[in-house]
């Protein structure tokens, strides 16, 4: 027996979409940051990508922005490696940024 998938307009959002803000990107191996862009690199639909991070200037030859407000384009999902601490503080960021209201997504850890 097959039974239809049926994929929510958030991760339908998140597989479309077209630019994408990386906060909490990360040189630095094996952190969340760091997968983060490596899995960016390999996704099919090759958004436009932006790594931001105060603490760095680039990352692997690309450039990295110090905040979401730098980014100079509304973005359509912002994925948040960023400490408890920074979480709510750069929630708030990505909606001033983004293009649909922003959605959460519990994660792991």
């Known amino acids: 027996m097959t039974v239809p998938v049926q994929t929510s307009s958030a991760v339908t959002a998140m597989l479309e979409a077209r630019s994408v803000a990386l906060v909490g990107a990360s040189a630095r191996p ?4 760091a997968r983060m862009i ?5 996704s ?3 958004p436009r990508a932006y790594l931001v ?4 200037a680039d990352i692997g030859g690309v450039p990295c922005l110090p905040s ?5 384009e509304p973005v ?5 490696a960023v400490p408890d601490t920074a979480l709510e503080q750069q929630l708030g960021a990505a909606a001033r940024n983004s293009s649909p209201p922003p959605r959460t997504t519990p994660g792991t850890r």
Request: glycine residues 8%; neutral net charge.
């Open 30 to 33: 094996g952190s969340l940051g």
């Open 53 to 56: 991070n105060p603490r760095y």
């Open 68 to 72: 979401l407000a730098e980014v100079p």
């Open 76 to 80: 359509d999902l912002a994925l948040l």
């Open 44 to 46: 099919p639909s090759r």
């Open 38 to 42: 490596a899995e960016l690199a390999r």
